[in-house]
């Protein structure tokens, strides 16, 4: 089952920032927090991930608090085409491996 | 290059038909996998290979068979399917089955009717 609790919608308008909560209380030391996206009938695309420290690429940043039972995506200028249902996950990462189970998701309205 | 390739982009079969659906990547990945996505909800694992053997099963249906002849393709062969089983069909792949990033293709449209 899927280890993590996110809102099912979110509106943003386009330009600003799009900051997408996502909650994992009993997430275990191991694990990492990971976000995908996906936009109509394409398949997952990778974000971002994580352990305890913030991240940030060219697509987002994840600020992880620091008990590490929340995180949160961030896209910092949200255009149009940033509209998808966006995945937080929990995953096992290292030589004990890890399944990548999808939860519900958070489906992000990018408006004009 | 992140990419996977999943052929056919559609596919409608009969449920007495026999097809298959192909995933390649040329990352040099040695695990690779399949999930099945119903309308409206998240994608679901079926099989990972890790170096060419099969090493999780979700207790997948036998009508679903997987196939992986080498580390750079991976084959989920089709049979006697039900109008239920019509979904997308997303091949992945990693670096190796060990927490590393998962890449996802386009996946296949599957309609039984």
């Known amino acids: 089952d899927a280890k993590t609790t996110q809102p099912t919608s979110m509106d943003c308008a386009e330009g600003r920032a799009a900051n997408l909560p996502c909650n994992h209380s009993?997430?275990?030391?191991?694990?990492?927090v990971y976000w995908y996206r996906q936009i109509h009938s394409q398949g997952p695309q990778y974000i971002i991930h994580g352990l305890k420290n913030n991240e940030t690429n060219e697509m987002a940043s994840l600020i992880i608090t620091e008990d590490r039972k929340s995180s949160t995506l961030i896209l910092p200028h949200a255009t149009l085409r940033d509209t998808a249902v966006y995945y937080c996950?929990?995953?096992?990462?290292?030589?004990?491996?890890?399944?990548?189970?999808f939860g519900q998701g958070t489906e992000l309205s990018v408006k004009p | 290059d992140t990419e996977v390739t999943q052929t056919p982009k559609h596919l409608v079969m009969g449920m007495t038909n026999k097809k298959s659906l192909k995933c390649e990547q040329h990352m040099g990945h040695r695990a690779m996998y399949w999930y099945k996505q119903k309308a409206k909800k998240p994608p679901e694992l079926m099989f990972v290979?890790?170096?060419?053997?099969?090493?999780i099963n979700e207790s997948v249906p036998s009508r679903f068979s997987p196939e992986c002849p080498n580390s750079s393709l991976l084959n989920l062969h089709l049979h006697a399917l039900q109008p239920e089983d019509s979904a997308l069909y997303l091949c992945?792949?990693?670096?190796?089955?060990?927490?590393?990033?998962?890449?996802f293709g386009e996946g296949s449209w599957l309609t039984v009717v």
């Open positions: 009993t997430i275990s030391g191991n694990e990492y």
């Open positions: 290979y890790s170096y060419e053997k099969l090493s």
């Open positions: 996950i929990v995953r096992v990462a290292g030589n004990q491996g890890g399944k990548l189970i």
């Open positions: 992945a792949s990693s670096q190796a089955y060990s927490g590393n990033t998962i890449y």
